[in-house]
């Protein structure tokens, strides 16, 4: 279990603030470059201190550099990295295992699960999505009386990429992982969420045409 950096308050309290504000800053870029909530020109400029605080938590922390590495691969092969902002992430972080190998490790069996994990919840996201927004624009009644509560459930989770927390909780009853990477990974989640639920404050009626728009154009 790596907890050897995780020994003090300090630490902890470190790791969870690092794993919110990458969490926060992807979402900044999504929003960007999705919909023009916020400035590109920031979002790129956001990339290089954000892929600088990733690149040092891999440097320094085993259990760190196996997550964000199943991320980074897991968005890469389901084809997520779609914008500038995010393919100069992906270059800046290449050069670390590159130029900080003697420090960046692997725990590969988690890496396997995690990578996982990813792609699987980014494929199931995507479903609850569509599924979501079909029930947005749709109104005609027999498409909400077909919505189960199973459905509802499952939507929910999946919206929320369920299927990576609990294998990272499975990897920490089996003290792979310490308890804190929970935590921080839940802040990661949460502060991911909370840009995107004050972008909705901010341009909700831009965000909805947009939304529209694509539903219609992937529903012809």
Same mark, same amino acid.
């Given at each position: 279990?790596? @907890?050897?950096?995780?020994?003090?308050?300090? $630490?902890?309290?470190?790791?969870?603030?690092? +794993?919110?504000?990458?969490?926060?800053?992807?979402?900044?870029?999504?929003?960007?470059? !999705?919909?023009?909530?916020?400035?590109?020109? %920031?979002?790129?400029?956001?990339?290089?201190?954000?892929?600088?605080?990733?690149?040092?938590?891999?440097?320094?922390?085993?259990?760190?550099?196996? =997550?964000?590495?199943?991320?980074?691969?897991?968005?890469?092969?389901?084809?997520?990295? !779609?914008?500038?902002? /995010?393919?100069? %992430?992906? *270059?800046?972080?290449?050069?670390?295992?590159?130029?900080? %190998?003697?420090?960046?490790?692997?725990?590969?069996?988690?890496?396997?699960?995690? *990578?996982?994990?990813?792609?699987?919840?980014?494929?199931?996201?995507?479903?609850?999505?569509?599924? =979501?927004?079909?029930?947005? +624009?749709?109104?005609?009644?027999?498409?909400?009386?077909?919505?189960?509560?199973?459905?509802?459930?499952?939507?929910?989770?999946?919206?929320?990429?369920? =299927?990576?927390?609990?294998?990272?909780?499975?990897?920490?009853?089996?003290?792979?992982? $310490?308890? @804190? +990477?929970?935590?921080? /990974?839940?802040?990661?989640?949460?502060?991911?969420?909370?840009?995107?639920?004050?972008?909705?404050?901010?341009?909700?009626?831009? @965000?909805?045409?947009?939304?529209?728009?694509?539903?219609?154009?992937?529903?012809?």
């Amino acid at each position: 279990m790596d @907890i050897n950096l995780l020994s003090g308050v300090g $630490h902890s309290v470190f790791l969870v603030v690092a +794993y919110a504000l990458i969490g926060s800053g992807m979402k900044y870029v999504d929003q960007a470059f !999705d919909f023009g909530v916020f400035s590109k020109k %920031s979002a790129i400029i956001m990339t290089i201190p954000g892929a600088i605080l990733v690149g040092m938590l891999m440097a320094i922390n085993d259990s760190s550099a196996t =997550i964000f590495f199943a991320i980074i691969l897991g968005v890469a092969l389901t084809k997520k990295i !779609d914008n500038i902002a /995010f393919q100069m %992430s992906l *270059f800046f972080l290449m050069l670390v295992p590159i130029f900080l %190998s003697e420090y960046v490790k692997v725990e590969w069996l988690p890496f396997v699960l995690l *990578f996982m994990a990813g792609v699987a919840d980014e494929y199931t996201s995507d479903w609850a999505d569509s599924k =979501i927004k079909q029930r947005i +624009y749709d109104t005609t009644r027999d498409i909400k009386r077909k919505i189960t509560l199973k459905q509802q459930i499952l939507e929910m989770l999946f919206e929320h990429r369920i =299927i990576m927390k609990l294998v990272i909780l499975l990897l920490i009853v089996f003290r792979v992982f $310490h308890p @804190i +990477y929970l935590i921080a /990974f839940l802040a990661f989640d949460l502060s991911y969420t909370a840009v995107e639920l004050y972008s909705f404050q901010l341009k909700k009626y831009n @965000i909805n045409r947009d939304l529209k728009a694509n539903h219609k154009t992937t529903t012809v």
